[in-house]
């Protein structure tokens, strides 16, 4: 199992506590021994020795809930850690890798997904581990006390982890279908959510609807078929072992009439055979419980094998006061489309030049944005900044020198001062005042319940589509210091009076630096002089 021992290098804490889960638990298995020992000598006249059975059941008692708590406690701090390192691999990944996923089948996993972790860990493994030992020494155990017995038990033992193989390799293959679906599901869940607005303007809601119910039926299908395997592999283990432990209970019957066997020993052997059968059983049921974990963690680990896009940690980047902007037979395409977004592009952009990208939705001008800010990697051709192609420079740096206002800005949780302040976190007061002006976002601002300082809520809860949009043009204003801006629709959402208005600011803002605007109102491109 490569993704268990992937799973288990990631936190070493965690080996610890999962090897204290595996010692407690084949303790507990040898302790059960102990009781049958006991019990057989106090059931047949011999020296009872209660107070040694009492000793002997809360010890074991005991060592099971150490299995449960140290399996737990590994569970938790493994899930920790991974969920940790798939969010900041996403982040490395970058947005325009991220563009091309469902957000919501990200979240299933690194959530519901990994969730899956706890009975894998907590308590398929030490099941495991105590399945390859107690039995074992029940072995010995009974060729000591009765060869006999102890030889039908060894024929029939191995009879429990075939079947066990047999149906946890259907099951791998149905847990995998379920989860594909509880992947989709989620995914599509999530995007019908963000996009319930929009689904109700164009009455598109029923049949969106109609969408999540079938993909929720065969989610509850592909369940259903796993639970019916679990099930029925359960009762095959379960009567494997019933006719095994029955294979030894007759003749030890038989034997105890004929005066072969004395009580004591016959007492023993059946009350120590079923413990060589129970950890295999509860093996395998287990299995089917942790299935699902393995699967999301082979999931997430092959997330995690995504190679990050190589690029080189350049120190001294060209300036774009300077250096043009050069796309050199660009053209990209998006996966699932046949069409290409931007095809063989070739055209250069000057410093201090601005530049208008117009045309219908879809002829590739959000797309030609992304290429400029290194978020769409072309599918061929190159993007150069002076002499250099851009998939060489360090996007941090890169994006140090460029403001960006997209379609859809996202607002954060927190004060509208600290949403522009996202643009230059060392701003004051008064730039975020002059920002906001530029913006013409003072008045409403102004009329907020506590001005600058009110909370907004996740994607900017209390303000309007066009609102949202000003306070992302202010947090672009804050960044004087870029020369690149990249305005993908500014107006949108805006009344013809407020864009008129924003046109006028954004003239002396603008001026001077490299500006590209996508656009669709003739309006804003002659206002800013770009058409």
Not at 41 to 52: D, E, F, I, N, Q
Request: positive net charge; hydrophobic residues 50%.
């Amino acid at each position: 199992m490569p993704a268990v021992k992937r799973l288990l290098r990631l936190v070493p804490a965690a080996r610890v506590m999962l090897g204290i889960a595996i010692a407690a638990g084949v303790l507990g298995g040898l302790a059960a021994l102990a009781m049958a020992n006991l019990i057989a000598r106090a059931l047949t006249g011999g020296h009872p020795a209660y107070a040694a059975l009492v000793a002997v059941i809360v010890l074991r008692a005991g060592l099971l809930w150490i299995v449960g708590a140290a399996g737990q406690r590994a569970s938790a701090t493994v899930k920790a850690q991974l969920r940790k390192d798939l969010l900041a691999h996403t982040q490395r990944l970058g947005p325009g890798w991220l563009a091309t996923r469902r957000a919501g089948e990200l979240t299933t996993l690194v959530t519901r997904g990994l969730d899956g972790l706890d009975p894998l860990l907590r308590d398929y493994l030490p099941a495991m581990a105590i399945a390859a030992t107690v039995p074992l020494a029940v072995l010995v155990q009974l060729i000591v006390a009765d060869p006999t017995s102890a030889l039908i038990v060894a024929i029939t033992l191995p009879l429990i982890p075939v079947f066990a193989a047999l149906a946890g390799a259907k099951a791998k293959s149905a847990t995998e279908k379920q989860w594909a679906g509880l992947q989709r599901l989620g995914g599509h869940f999530l995007d019908s959510v963000k996009g319930l607005p929009t689904l109700r303007l164009f009455d598109r809601a029923q049949a969106h609807l109609t969408t999540v119910r079938r993909l929720a039926e065969d989610h509850r299908r592909a369940t259903m078929r796993t639970l019916r395997i679990a099930f029925l592999s359960a009762l095959t283990l379960e009567l494997v072992a019933t006719l095994s432990v029955a294979l030894v209970a007759v003749p030890v019957a038989l034997r105890l009439l004929d005066g072969h066997l004395d009580l004591r020993t016959a007492l023993l052997v059946l009350l120590v055979t079923p413990e060589a059968y129970l950890p295999l059983r509860v093996a395998g049921q287990r299995f089917h419980a942790g299935a699902e974990g393995m699967t999301a963690a082979e999931a997430a680990f092959d997330l995690l094998d995504t190679p990050v896009p190589t690029r080189q940690n350049r120190t001294a980047l060209p300036d774009l006061r300077t250096a043009p902007i050069e796309l050199d037979r660009v053209t990209v395409r998006y996966p699932g489309r046949d069409d290409a977004a931007v095809e063989d592009l070739s055209m250069t952009i000057e410093p201090g030049r601005q530049l208008a990208l117009t045309g219908p939705s879809g002829t590739g001008k959000s797309t030609l944005i992304g290429l400029l800010l290194g978020l769409v990697t072309p599918t061929s051709g190159r993007v150069l900044v002076g002499s250099v192609d851009l998939a060489e420079l360090d996007p941090q740096l890169w994006w140090r020198q460029v403001a960006w206002v997209p379609q859809r800005p996202h607002l954060f949780a927190g004060s509208v001062a600290d949403n522009v302040r996202l643009g230059r976190p060392d701003s004051t007061d008064a730039q975020v005042a002059s920002a906001l002006r530029l913006a013409c976002a003072a008045e409403f601002v102004a009329e907020l319940p506590a001005g600058v300082d009110t909370l907004l809520g996740e994607h900017g809860t209390r303000l309007s589509t066009g609102q949202r949009q000003r306070i992302a043009l202010a947090r672009a204003f804050l960044r004087t210091d870029a020369p690149l801006v990249l305005l993908d629709e500014p107006s949108a959402g805006l009344d013809l009076r407020t864009e008129a208005r924003l046109t006028d600011s954004l003239r002396p803002a603008l001026h001077g630096r490299t500006v590209v605007v996508a656009a669709h109102r003739p309006a804003l491109v002659r206002g800013l002089a770009l058409a």
